[in-house]
């Protein structure tokens, strides 16, 4: 391969091109993507103008036979950080490569609902369509379309509508849900489609959710689907397509077997036998424990013994019912879309479960019964929304209403949450999940006027409602702010972390919400953390950059750049993406966007009770001394060090 190309859609007009960059002058879809939105100067417009293009695509070794290369990346102006963004999803790049480009920029806004078809034959692309929908009938699937609602019914439609079309591509079809029209809090959703059988593929659902990357492809540009696919194979060398070649020189390059080398740093994902479970959720309960963040971030007050109680609850009737079925009985793995023995998704009861959308449906909003959390995460997942995203925001109102802020019936509920973690009782806390129900659904049919401000961004809402109930303000001595986790941008944006009790998700970064940081559950010195935190931020941006799936990082990363040279491109890569990274950071501060100290009173509180946690004496005794100010001097002097680290400018920790 000598080049990535790229094809850029005017929706608009339905006129379509295709832009063809040397490889090398760029490395992959997130590069693409900003030289896009720089072009364009997205930062000066409204996140919901039709300039703001949704750039999605494959890193250059999709087609390979190279594992974990399939990823789709998708790149915009999140609505909710409102700056750069960048969202992944695993598997559908193996349908995609197939249509002939490695990257489709949408741009423009259609009249009507639409579909954007992109084929390919053997020399590339060879057919763009633009079919547009009525929106009434596009909200009539969204209600229910055979079994299914929201995206789910709308790719179902999309399969049996369109069926001659989207077989003969082999295409698996992007969606959107009612939830990127009516929200910010709008994912990408795709799910694998078994072409023998016309029917999804189980447990391939996969979302590129984070920072509304479906609420922008929906709201700016008016298209509800892109489906693209069809007969063309990308040229790679042989050492990444035949099977002989590419076994003897990943041998080479890593000194050892190449199935071995992925094995062992793909256990976590796949099986670890120390704890007789696999994936982010089999792993991450047993292996975090007294760290899981619970209820709304509360659980960071409890005393140890207390948490103890509660993760025993959490892994008797939450974690052990789903190792019981999924890996003792059976193994109900499967992979994201495309082959890879990692088989990192897990399925209980026809529905894959991964840590995070558990925990934020799940223990989260005080809710311990899987079942019941089950049925939540695919309700938010059929919706379209972010499932890690919503569980914040269902958390928070929940507490808010608990404590006094809001009424039930101002958020569409008929009766009070219960989030007091100190009953221990796991039937008493299940109403939670029957109100969390009512909150999905009612952001997505904007139920109540609380509900409406809420569906525009968490900051933004805190703000309004701050105003709208300064009563309750005054009397409860809490703001809205204070009960949410969440990292500032700008005046209003931000972004809600990844369910981790670290400082790594709460630091003044271009790019939170992902794993570009320090997430470990440690507090250093802040220069120590800083410089941990950059060099993250560099290497899980390549690995985005490159297309790959991040639970391979443990071996690609050592001999990315030794990829990079199959490709003939020689180039020091960290360099490279340091210079990637600053140009993300520039534009932030153009857009108005840099990222800031924390405000919350939960935020602040995260990062101060984890020095206590770890016993951390200095800053123990800092904290309790001046507690905003100290938070203020950790942050600061981390952002310093990361601003030296990654050659950002002064501008970038400057009135923070």
């Known amino acids: 391969m000598s080049s990535y190309r790229v094809l850029r859609i005017d929706v608009s007009s339905g006129k379509w091109s295709i832009h063809e960059y040397r490889l090398g002058e760029v490395l992959g879809p997130i590069d693409v993507g900003i030289k896009i939105h720089e072009e364009l100067a997205t930062w000066s417009k409204d996140v919901f103008d039709p300039s703001n293009a949704v750039v999605i695509g494959t890193g250059p070794f999709a087609g390979s036979k190279l594992f974990g290369t399939h990823r789709i990346v998708a790149v915009f102006r999140s609505p909710e950080s409102k700056t750069i963004h960048v969202s992944e999803m695993g598997g559908a790049g193996y349908r995609f490569i197939g249509c002939g480009v490695n990257a489709i920029s949408v741009e423009g806004k259609s009249d009507e ?3 954007i078809f992109v084929k390919g034959d053997e020399k590339g692309v060879a057919e763009v369509a633009i079919r547009k929908i009525p929106l009434s009938k596009l909200e009539e699937i969204y209600k229910g379309y055979d079994g299914y609602i929201g995206a789910y019914a709308l790719e179902k439609y999309l399969i049996d509508t369109f069926w001659n079309e989207i077989s003969s591509m082999k295409a698996r079809p992007i969606v959107v849900g009612p939830a990127a029209f009516k929200t910010v809090y709008g994912a990408l959703v795709s799910i694998d489609v078994d072409f ?19 609420s922008v492809l929906a709201q700016a540009h008016n298209v509800v689907a892109i489906v693209a696919g069809g007969s063309y194979k990308p040229q790679l060398p042989k050492q990444l397509t035949e099977v002989t070649e590419l076994y003897s020189t990943m041998k080479t390059l890593l000194a050892k077997d190449f199935i071995q080398a992925v094995n062992e740093a793909t256990v976590k994902y796949r099986y670890d036998p120390s704890i007789g479970a696999g994936g982010t959720f089999g792993v991450n309960y047993p292996h975090y424990r007294e760290l899981l963040p619970l209820f709304n971030f509360n659980s960071i007050y409890l005393h140890k013994s207390v948490r103890k109680k509660l993760v025993d609850l959490i892994l008797e009737n939450f974690w052990k019912p789903v190792k019981t079925e999924s890996f003792d009985m059976a193994k109900t793995w499967a992979t994201c879309g495309e082959p890879c023995p990692a088989s990192c998704k897990k399925i209980w009861r026809g529905k894959k479960l991964d840590y995070e959308p558990t925990n934020a449906l799940g223990p989260s909003i005080g809710v311990f019964k899987i079942e019941l959390t089950r049925n939540l995460v695919d309700l938010a997942d059929q919706l379209g929304f972010d499932a ?7 958390a928070w109102l929940l507490e808010a209403v608990y404590k006094g802020l809001l009424k039930p019936e101002e958020v569409g509920l008929d009766r009070k949450p219960n989030m007091d973690p100190m009953l221990m009782n796991i039937d008493e806390w299940a109403v939670n999940a029957y109100l969390a129900e009512k909150i999905l659904k009612g952001l997505v049919e904007g139920s109540t006027d609380v509900l409406k401000i809420v569906a525009k961004g968490v900051r933004f809402a805190c703000k309004q409602l701050d105003m709208m109930f300064s009563d309750r ?7 809205f ?20 009790w670290t400082p790594g998700f709460l630091l003044p970064l271009a790019v939170t919400g992902k794993y570009w940081t320090n997430y470990t559950s440690t507090f250093t010195e802040p220069e120590e ?13 390549e690995i985005s950059n490159a297309g790959l799936c991040r639970f391979h990082r443990g071996w690609a990363e050592k001999i990315l750049p030794k990829l990079y040279e199959l490709l003939g491109v020689k180039i020091d890569l960290d360099q490279y993406s340091k210079t990637l990274y600053q140009r993300i950071a520039m534009y932030a501060i153009k857009a108005n966007a840099k990222p800031r100290v924390v405000e919350s009173e939960r935020a602040k509180d995260v990062i101060a009770t984890l020095a206590t946690e770890l016993n951390v004496e200095e800053w123990n005794k800092k904290f309790a001394s001046n507690r905003d100010d100290t938070i203020r001097e950790w942050v600061l002097r981390a952002t310093k060090m990361i601003a030296t680290q990654l050659g950002l400018p002064e501008d970038w920790y400057k009135d923070i």
């Open 388 to 394: 890690i995203g919503i569980g914040h925001v269902v």
């Open 473 to 479: 303000v005054k009397r409860t001595g809490l703001r």
């Open 481 to 500: 702010e204070d009960l949410v986790v969440y990292q500032p941008y700008g005046e209003d944006g931000y972004m809600t972390p990844n369910y981790y």
């Open 113 to 115: 609902p639409a579909i």
């Open 529 to 541: 953390f800083a410089k941990v935190a950059a060099t993250r931020a560099v290497k899980e941006l």
């Open 196 to 214: 023998v059988k016309k029917r999804f593929v189980d447990g391939a659902e996969e979302f590129a959710a984070r920072g509304g990357g479906g």
